[in-house]
């Protein structure tokens, strides 16, 4: 008697065992019917699999295995020993659903002898969408380190110095071209336009129409650099679509093929949106009114280190580019900016000493308004840039 309980005990836990292999079976069976390669396979039971780590692969930024294989591929082919052997080539299969090369960027060449235009800003159709309006402006020092105007929220455990943030960085203008690359991990992240817009979503506020995400905002800023007289390079390639999970790695290839491409380049800002919900989860937008013109985006300058335990030695040097700018944009449109935000996770901001990600609006603003944000920081900013150039 006392054997059989035994037995059963232990016939209990692999019961379970066969169950869940049975149930994960049957769930891949399901997600990748109708695929006819072991690609197709692969990239549907991806694709399925990706939402929850969406978040987790945001926090690590560019963290992954060496191989390029997301977590959940990495347990899928576990369950075939086939297809774990293999595990070299479905690798390199995979890596053929984003092109490891950017995709026809856009060239913005500056105009030759052009003085920066320094003349006000003209007024913007900018329609009201509906969505509730907030300018958030720090009320105090307390949980900031504070230089001058600029206001900094620093998660690492890095101790931040006034002296260092102050003294000259790295990255400068040259006269070679290209000078800027700006490119969009999260291309695919959209905006809010007024009611009666058609637009096509992909995710949760996420939108491949090139009007209403980010990438809108990139043309504005290449365009601004270029009448500015810097050479700007425009990558508009959707690096987060159709997967949204391995979108650092992606767009760090692509980085990697321009400062081979061209050496020239020294400063790559990467162009998202955040998203922002009150203590009820109602979402609403970030504006910066703009006296004679309307309301622009508010937006945050994000950099990276190396908290996350990834090789990121000069990420000083991105911070001070950071502090600088802010400053300097702060002095024209005090409520543009938020406090600039230290993170653990190094974005890729590792490729050059001019590295700085921008997340301007929110999901609940209007691309117009975004737009008006991203003309005037890269106005402000080159302004900046060539003030230092000389």
């Known amino acids: 008697m006392q054997m059989k309980t035994a037995a059963k005990k232990r016939s209990g836990p692999r019961r379970l065992g066969a169950m869940g292999l049975a149930a994960c079976t049957l769930w891949g069976v399901a997600v990748t019917a109708g695929s006819d390669t072991i690609a197709s396979a692969i990239s549907a039971l991806r694709q399925e699999a990706s939402a929850p780590l969406s978040a987790l692969q945001w926090e690590l930024g560019d ?48 105009v030759e002898e052009t003085p920066l235009d320094t003349s006000p800003v003209p007024a913007e ?29 620093n998660s690492t455990e890095h101790a931040l110095s006034i002296q260092d943030l102050t003294t000259s960085f790295d990255a400068g203008l040259t006269d070679e071209e290209p000078q800027i690359l700006i490119i969009h991990t999260h291309g695919s992240e959209a905006y809010t336009p ?34 500015a ?45 955040d998203a922002i919900e009150d203590t009820e989860g109602n979402e609403y937008k970030v504006i910066s009114p703009v006296e004679g013109v309307g309301n622009a985006a508010q937006v945050t300058i994000v950099v990276g280190s190396d908290g996350s335990g ?15 700018v802010q400053q300097n944009i702060t002095q024209t449109y005090p409520t543009l900016l938020r406090p600039i935000l230290l993170r653990n996770s190094r974005y890729n901001q590792h490729a050059t000493t001019g590295s700085l990600l ?33």
Do not use: C
């Open 194 to 227: 007024a009611p009666g817009v058609e637009v096509e979503y992909s995710g949760n506020h996420r939108s491949t129409d090139t009007r209403y995400n980010v990438v809108a905002v990139g043309d504005v800023m290449a365009q601004t650099f270029g009448e």
């Open 358 to 390: 921008l997340e301007v609006g929110a999901a609940g603003n209007s691309p117009e308004e975004a737009a008006l944000a991203g003309k005037l920081v890269a106005r402000q900013m080159a302004e900046f840039l060539e003030a230092k150039s000389k």
């Open 310 to 324: 990834l090789p990121h030695p000069k990420w000083m040097e991105n911070l001070k580019l950071a502090v600088g």
């Open 125 to 153: 159709n900018i329609p009201e969408n509906g969505v509730t309006a907030k300018t958030l402006v720090p009320t105090g020092d307390a949980g900031y380190t504070v230089t001058g105007k600029v206001y900094i929220t």
């Open 229 to 273: 007289g810097i050479s700007v390079l425009h990558d508009r390639t959707l690096y987060d679509y159709p997967s949204y999970s391995g979108s650092y790695d992606r767009s760090l290839k692509a980085i990697e093929s321009y400062l081979t491409q061209y050496p020239s380049i020294h400063f790559i800002l990467d162009v998202h949106r």
């Open 63 to 110: 963290l992954g295995p060496e191989d390029g294989l997301s977590p959940a591929a990495v347990l899928t082919i576990a369950e075939s020993p086939l297809l774990l052997s293999a595990r070299e080539t479905v690798a390199q299969l995979l890596s053929t659903e984003m092109p490891d090369a950017p995709q026809e960027p856009v060239a913005q060449t500056p």
